[in-house]
């Protein structure tokens, strides 16, 4: 990369990405050059939110020497193939320094950066502070109490990036979802926005599922979960506004 081109991919990551051989369709380029320090990334399957976020990742460590960018998903497992992404993207671009770690869970660039993968589970997370980049990726599955103790770990100039498909009407990433206020910007990708769905292809998958998987993972809307005695809509509907509730007091 020559300087100047390095200079344009630092300003912008969709340069940087399509250095990558990576050409972002119009959501992933909006999501590469957010700089909303809240983000959730509400998605169906199979429509590159792993492959856009390990460029992000790629750049952010990239671009800000001595700082640690992590990747949480609910497994290890997971964590890690996302973590593997880019460590194949680093590898794939000319003229880089070699890595100065480079194992399943961590890569450690000659700048001073790190990108590491972790899992969803609250023992394996501590220790880490001061964040650039916090992506948690299958968010809707990543538990309440795992949400609450990275949060802290982002940096104030640090961005938190969530990305899932839905899991019913539940857990923080439903919440933050539901939340009009929260300050979080969001994004909805369902499979009808994605270049990587012909009407044919649509058709198929819908062929093979019921309606309500469909509805969840390639429409993107929050189910009702499986143990909801009442649907949340009839809860709602039994709400009438301008009746405040009985002040009673329980001996
Ligand atoms: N802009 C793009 N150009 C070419 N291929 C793309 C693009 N975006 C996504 N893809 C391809 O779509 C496929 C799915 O990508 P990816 O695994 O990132 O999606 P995902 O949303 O994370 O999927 P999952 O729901 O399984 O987690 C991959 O083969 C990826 O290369
Ligand atoms: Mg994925």
């Known amino acids: 990369m020559s300087l100047a081109e390095s200079m344009a991919a ?3 990551p969709v340069r940087f990405a399509e250095s990558l051989r990576f050409e972002p369709e119009p959501w992933q380029s909006t999501l590469l050059r957010s700089q909303a320090r809240r983000g959730l990334v509400l998605c169906a399957r199979q429509v590159g939110k792993t492959t856009t976020t390990s460029v992000k990742a790629l750049h952010a460590a990239l671009f800000n020497p001595g700082r640690d960018v992590l990747i949480v998903s609910p497994t290890q497992r997971q964590s890690d193939e996302m973590l593997h992404r880019v460590s194949a993207l680093y590898k794939a671009m000319s003229g880089q320094p070699r890595l100065k770690r480079d194992n399943t869970s961590e890569m450690g660039l000659s700048n001073g950066s790190r990108v ?4 969803g589970s609250e023992g394996g997370i501590r220790g880490f502070a001061g964040v650039k980049l916090l992506i948690l990726d299958e968010a809707s599955r990543i ?3 795992v949400f609450a ?3 802290p770990m982002v940096a104030s100039d640090g961005v938190l990036l969530a990305l899932s498909t839905p899991f019913g009407k539940r857990g923080w ?8 206020l929260n300050g979080w910007e969001r994004h909805k990708v369902t499979v009808y926005e994605s270049a990587q769905y ?4 649509i058709a198929e998958v819908r062929a093979s599922l019921g309606s309500f998987t469909f509805a ?3 429409e993107c809307e929050f189910g009702d ?3 909801q005695l009442f649907s949340t809509e009839s809860v709602r509907a039994a709400f009438a506004p301008g009746i405040t509730p009985l002040d009673l007091e329980v001996a």
């Open 10 to 12: 630092a300003l912008d």
């Open 116 to 119: 590491v993968s972790l899992p």
């Open 143 to 145: 538990d309440d109490d």
């Open 149 to 151: 103790s990275v949060l």
């Open 173 to 180: 990433f439903y919440d933050r979802h539901e939340d009009a």
């Open 198 to 201: 012909t009407p044919e292809r």
């Open 216 to 218: 969840s993972d390639y």
């Open 225 to 227: 979960t499986d143990n």
